[in-house]
Every structure is written in C-alpha cells, then in structure tokens.
C-alpha cells in the first residue's frame, strides 16, 4: 500500500506528484510556515522532507519558539 503521507518527528507532510514531469514534491502539514520539499525519487523527498523538518525546528528555536511538536523530539 502505498504511503499518504511522509512522517518524521511528529511532523506529517504531503506527496504530491507532477504528472508533467513526474517529480515529487510536498509541504509540511499543520505548521504556520509554508515549508516544501521536491525530488526526483521517493528516496529523495522523503530525504528532503527531512531536512525540511530539522530547518522548520531550526528556525522556531533562533526565533525563541517552541516547535509544535516538541514532546515528539528526541
């Protein structure tokens, strides 16, 4: 069964395929922000949606925020 959507740390985000050119890409889910992602493989967005996350945590913590899922971090 295929996934709805990539899941790291508490942080749910989308799959979205371009039937254009058949890339990937998505954004985190329930978050103020618009944080997105893209790949060529699932590999790769699930990678970048990774990252995606760990830049929106980044940037809440210099901003003296708590991130929105912060009892799921380790």
Same mark, same amino acid.
């Given at each position: 069964?295929?996934? +709805? $959507?990539?899941? %790291?740390?508490?942080? %749910?985000? $989308?799959? #979205?395929?371009?039937?254009? =050119?058949?890339?990937? %890409?998505?954004?985190?889910?329930?978050?103020?922000? +618009? *944080?997105?992602?893209?790949?060529? $493989? *699932?590999? #790769?967005? #699930?990678?970048? *949606?990774?990252?995606?996350? +760990?830049? %929106?945590?980044?940037?809440?913590?210099?901003?003296?925020?708590?991130?929105?899922?912060? =009892?799921?971090?380790?």
């Amino acid at each position: 069964m295929a996934q +709805k $959507t990539l899941v %790291h740390m508490g942080y %749910h985000g $989308t799959i #979205e395929v371009d039937t254009s =050119d058949y890339s990937l %890409h998505g954004s985190i889910l329930f978050i103020d922000e +618009k *944080f997105v992602y893209s790949g060529q $493989t *699932f590999e #790769e967005l #699930e990678y970048n *949606f990774q990252n995606a996350v +760990k830049n %929106h945590i980044h940037l809440c913590r210099q901003q003296g925020q708590e991130p929105p899922f912060s =009892d799921e971090l380790p």
